[in-house]
């Protein structure tokens, strides 16, 4: 029996040499031994997602062919660092801004500029932590965990408290003065450290939803989170009176942005990964069940509503065929991403040329408007739009600036 297997062994390596040696190339990749891939040292374990037809999504979208984000400004340059989440206080003072050097800071007019109202952490230093423009690399990535990443900004507009969603601190909330916040939800249900908390809102009873990415990867590593489709991401629920967390939803798949609608019988919140706004009943017959609100071109972070209750989401720009391709069979992932090469060119190959889009949409999933930034005129990386006083404010996480456009243009497109 032995001898056989010998034989056929032989037989093959004589025969087919050339297969032999893939296959032994192919297993050396996929175990990536030496780690140098880019998911080398990480349990990769991609996975199969629910995601729209590229074909139909592509076809059915409205594009901005004036790319009339680029008529945008640019503000702040280098004085603001990875301003992801945008929020103006009941006074109307702002904006405020979580940074990627931990602080939250506001904009307090040109005579005094930008001053640090609050931080999630009481161990923040300026000599650790302020990198200054370098906040938006990746000198900053060890640096984080213990910084803080404020990403999610909401004032409870009655009491005037500011409450965060910090990736590593978890949620948070500060008084109207600042200062250093107040931990409310550092771990789960079942006890466990939350990983990676992102956006939040405040339901008019008090409680406060909120969506945790991933049980897996934090902040630094949220790239693995795209690449393997990992569904480990919540939505949770924190109620004040209680002081408990509950699970409102799992099994998402980088759940990102959260927004109430403005009667509150629904959330929209997006699941990056499957490139959607997806829908959550609180109130009807539908409460507590899921859908699909609308499939985007693009991934999408965060959502804000505006003052007539519609939704602008702001949307990575865009799906590619091969993206399709990978989403659908897991092993392709488990074997290209396991090739030594550095991520960007990885990246490259598969045809990812991310530029900025933003959308309104409305209740119903109905696309109002689409501005894209498609040279990257004035910004690349787009993760908030909030509409405030005739004037859209734009934040991205990796850049060091705040883009601004009125709104709505003089030269409407659609
Ligand atoms: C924008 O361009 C696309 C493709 O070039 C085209 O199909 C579409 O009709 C254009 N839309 C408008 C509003 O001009
Ligand atoms: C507030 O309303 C939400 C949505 O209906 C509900 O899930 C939550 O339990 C309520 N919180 C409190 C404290 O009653």
Known sequence: MENRILLIKDGLLLQHPYIVLMVLLLSLIIMDPFEMSPVGGHDF?????????????????????????GQGNLEFKDDIFGPESLEFDALGRGPYAGLADGRIV???????GWETFALVTPTWSEEVCAKGVDSTTYKQWKMESKCGRPLGLRFDKKSGNLYIADAYYGLLVVGPEGGIAT??????VDGNPILFANDLDIHTNGSIFFTDTSKKYNRVDHFFILLEGETSGRLLRYD???????????????????????DQSFLL????????????????????????????PGFPDNVRINEKGEFWVAIDCCRTRAQEVFVHNPWIRSVYFRLPLPMRYLARFVGMRMYTMISLVNEEGEILDVL????????????????????????????NHIATLPYPLEAPNL
């Not at 931990?183 to 789960?188: A, E, F, G």
Request: net charge neutral; hydrophobic share 35%; with cysteine.
């Open 45 to 69: 374990r991609p996975v199969k997602n629910e995601i729209a037809s590229y074909k139909q999504v592509m076809e059915s979208w409205l594009w901005d062919n004036r790319s009339r984000l």
């Open 106 to 112: 506001r904009w307090m007019g040109e005579d005094v």
């Open 183 to 188: 931990p409310l939800v550092t771990h789960d």
């Open 240 to 262: 004040p009176p209680t002081k408990t967390v509950h699970v409102v939803l799992e099994g998402l798949a980088f759940p990102n942005g959260l927004q109430f609608s403005k």
């Open 269 to 296: 919140f997006t699941e990056t990964t499957n490139c959607r706004i997806m829908k959550y009943f609180l109130k009807g017959p539908k409460t507590g069940t899921t859908e699909v609100v609308i499939n985007l």
């Open 372 to 399: 894209e930034d498609k040279n990257g005129d004035v910004m690349k990386l787009v993760s908030e739009v909030k509409e405030e006083n005739g004037k859209l404010w734009i934040g991205t996480v990796a850049h």
